[in-house]
């Protein structure tokens, strides 16, 4: 159970282009999800918080412009980096909180690179 | 600020050593502590810690939570090195569920 998959896996876009990631919680229901940004050898960075049926919530510092989040549904939350640029290259992972419960479970990740 | 720091920041260790991994934190809205285990992909869920001094057993890894001095442990006897990894440490903050992450600890078990 808590299984939260990711797609794509991984992306390749030229710079200026959008891409959207998608993040699914398969078999629970997710009120809330997270975003989060990883470089190499560095700890996870929060972005942003997505509620079901209401705006997220950015964490200081990232452009809400730049990093769009929908969560349309219960089990899915979308991330589109718009626009994007070589320094965007990086590893995106989503979580999902169960309906309920305090511990989050994350996606397998999605490896963006901007060229 | 809201912090939650871990030590070593690396370690390497042969097979059949037991290590602890160090968590500490400074956080105004504590609801919980988590441990993830991330190798390649995103981290992998360990442990949640709510209640101070009650030990969480999975196999050869442990954890505990002192919330009077504000630290968790992680230990892992018996060592192998499917253990590589990096071990994050996590604190769940009450309301929000946001969670807070320490920079991990960085094992290599070398055979």
């Known amino acids: 159970g808590a299984v939260v998959s990711q797609h794509p896996s991984w992306v390749i876009c030229k710079s200026g282009t959008s891409v959207k990631i998608e993040c699914r919680s398969l078999?629970?229901?997710?009120?809330?999800m997270f975003w989060y940004r990883q470089f190499p050898k560095q700890s996870l960075m929060l972005m942003a918080t997505s509620n079901e049926g209401s705006k997220a919530t950015y964490e200081q510092g990232v452009e809400k412009d730049k990093f769009l989040i929908n969560h349309a549904s219960l089990t899915l939350s979308t991330l589109t980096v718009t626009s994007a640029h070589p320094e965007d290259s990086s590893f995106y992972i989503c979580?999902?909180?169960?309906?309920?419960?305090?511990?989050?479970?994350f996606g397998p990740g999605t490896r963006l690179t901007v060229t | 600020e809201d912090k939650v720091v871990q030590s070593p920041l690396s370690l390497v260790v042969h097979e059949g050593d037991t290590v602890t991994l160090n968590c500490s934190y400074e956080v105004t809205n504590f609801r919980s502590l988590l441990w993830y285990k991330q190798e390649k992909k995103a981290p992998t869920f360990l442990f949640m810690l709510?209640?101070?001094?009650i030990e969480k057993k999975s196999g050869r890894l442990s954890s505990i939570l002192d919330k009077k001095e504000l630290f968790s442990i992680l230990n892992i006897t018996a060592t192998q090195t499917g253990d590589s990894a990096v071990y994050l440490c996590?604190?769940?903050?009450?309301?929000?569920?946001?969670?807070?992450f320490g920079s991990g600890t960085r094992l290599l078990v070398r055979p």
């Open positions: 996590a604190v769940l903050m009450d309301s929000s569920y946001k969670l807070i």
């Open positions: 979580s999902a909180r169960p309906t309920g419960l305090g511990e989050q479970y």
């Open positions: 709510t209640s101070s001094g």
């Open positions: 078999d629970f229901q997710a009120t809330t």
